[in-house]
């Protein structure tokens, strides 16, 4: 690599792109009553402006996995800068539902694109210990999550809008594009820049699995932290400092997420991920009062390794698949929780009105149907038990193909 090329700069870069991605996450989710309230929108209306946004991002992921290989990761990176500011000033002057729905596909877009850029970028340039790197990166999503989160909260106790909280993701927005503009950007070295081998390797069963298992580890993440406000707005608690707390917990998990892979290696990772996963949820949809707390560390502890350990695994037992692989896979990860969230809302929806046939007040009838949707939450990750353990139990077969790391 040349000399004149700074890794420390370009991740760091990374870093903060990183982090406006998981405040687009923490805000929205914050500011989502706000949202039904101003233009008269349901749960599943809402689902539908939730699932826009991760619905740009297996787009973006696609299309930049195919061009990692030609437009290499500066030019990507370009491409997210000028659809997050697209997107962040189409819903500051948002009109209506179908202008949420637009803006919150160029955020999504603009996610992925990051995270098409990044993660083939890391991994190429820290060969030796990618899935350790890899962690030490999307630290910065749940850190961000932490900032949006905390920032959104502030915001509104100071009665300031939804307008504002996301204007207020422009300032590292245009941080990450100047960093980008103004940093030189090395060539891949260290993956397969073929795009031809990276398409025939994608039919390798093995990433046909984990591309079926990425699917379940987001809506894993994704579901309970994407509605928490809705789920536990009249639970006692407060939404987003449990939000805070969650992923303050899972970026200190994954920044020092070598020693734990190294020990059990990624697929150990995986399965114990899924197992506390399962409890947590389950555990929060019966829990009453500061006891969701409870779940909610529980919860963090299990989701915090799911994503970069996914996107290291096929970076590190599926080299072939270079960039494309990588992006693919969090692609359906998104792709995914796309198709889940206004189902999500839906549930949401439908134990509502039940409750509410049934005599229950408003707010009582909401935290029931809050509970309800977290409880069928619980099978996402109890389908990861079983498909991981199978993984595990093939593990000594898989480590012969691994990339080795240092």
Same mark, same amino acid.
């Given at each position: 690599m040349d000399n004149s090329i700074s890794k420390n700069k370009l991740f760091v870069a990374s870093c903060i792109s990183l982090i406006v991605t998981a405040m687009t996450f923490a805000i929205r989710a914050g500011i989502l009553t706000d949202l039904g309230v101003q233009f008269d929108l349901n749960d599943t209306q809402l689902g539908y402006i939730n699932s826009l946004a991760f619905l740009g991002f297996p787009v973006a992921t696609v299309f930049g996995g195919l061009l990692y290989n030609v437009l290499g990761a500066r030019k990507l990176m370009i491409l997210a800068f000028a659809s997050h500011i697209i997107g962040l000033v189409m819903t500051i002057y948002a009109g209506g539902f179908v202008t949420l729905l637009v803006s919150s596909f160029f955020i999504g877009f603009a996610n992925g694109?990051?995270?098409?850029?990044?993660?083939?970028?890391?991994?190429?340039?820290?060969?030796?210990?990618?899935?350790?790197?890899?962690?030490?990166?999307?630290?910065?999503?749940?850190?961000?999550?932490?900032?949006?989160? *905390?920032?959104?909260?502030?915001?509104?106790?100071?009665? !300031?809008?939804?307008?504002?909280?996301?204007? @207020? &993701?422009?300032?590292?927005?245009?941080?990450?594009?100047?960093?980008?503009?103004?940093?030189?950007?090395p060539e891949s070295e260290h993956i397969e820049t073929n795009t031809a081998t990276n398409i025939q390797s994608l039919l390798n069963p093995l990433f046909l699995f984990i591309a079926g298992c990425m699917t379940l580890t987001a809506i894993s993440e994704f579901g309970p932290q994407q509605w928490i406000e809705? *789920?536990?707005?009249?639970?006692?608690?407060?939404?987003? !400092?449990?939000?805070?707390?969650?992923?303050? @917990? &899972?970026?200190?998990?994954?920044?020092?997420?070598?020693?734990?892979?190294?020990k059990l290696n990624p697929i150990g990772v995986l399965l114990m991920s899924a197992i506390l996963t399962t409890i947590a949820v389950y555990y929060m949809s019966i829990a009453e009062g500061s006891m969701i707390y409870f779940g909610a560390i529980l919860f963090?502890?299990?989701?915090?390794?799911?994503?970069?350990?996914?996107?290291?695994?096929?970076?590190?037992y599926l080299p072939k698949t270079g960039a494309l692989g990588m992006s693919l896979v969090g692609g359906v990860g998104m792709l995914s929780s796309s198709i889940w969230q206004p189902i999500i809302g839906s549930w949401l929806d439908t134990e509502k009105e039940i409750a509410l046939s049934s005599g229950a007040a408003q707010e009582v009838a909401e935290l029931i149907a809050g509970k309800a949707a977290l409880g069928n939450m619980a099978y996402f990750p109890m389908a990861l038990i079983f498909l991981f353990g199978f993984l595990f139990f093939m593990r000594n077969k898989l480590e012969k193909n691994r990339i080795p790391q240092s």
């Open positions: 694109s990051v995270e098409a850029a990044c993660n083939p970028l890391i991994a190429d340039m820290y060969t030796k210990n990618r899935t350790e790197m890899l962690n030490k990166f999307h630290v910065w999503f749940p850190g961000g999550i932490v900032i949006g989160a *905390i920032t959104s909260k502030v915001m509104s106790d100071f009665g !300031l809008g939804w307008e504002s909280q996301i204007a @207020i &993701m422009l300032i590292p927005t245009l941080i990450y594009g100047y960093l980008f503009f103004k940093e030189e950007v809705r *789920i536990l707005g009249n639970s006692g608690v407060s939404p987003m !400092l449990v939000l805070a707390m969650v992923t303050g @917990i &899972m970026a200190l998990g994954r920044y020092f997420a070598g020693p734990i892979i190294h963090a502890f299990g989701v915090c390794y799911f994503w970069p350990t996914m996107i290291g695994f096929v970076s590190e």
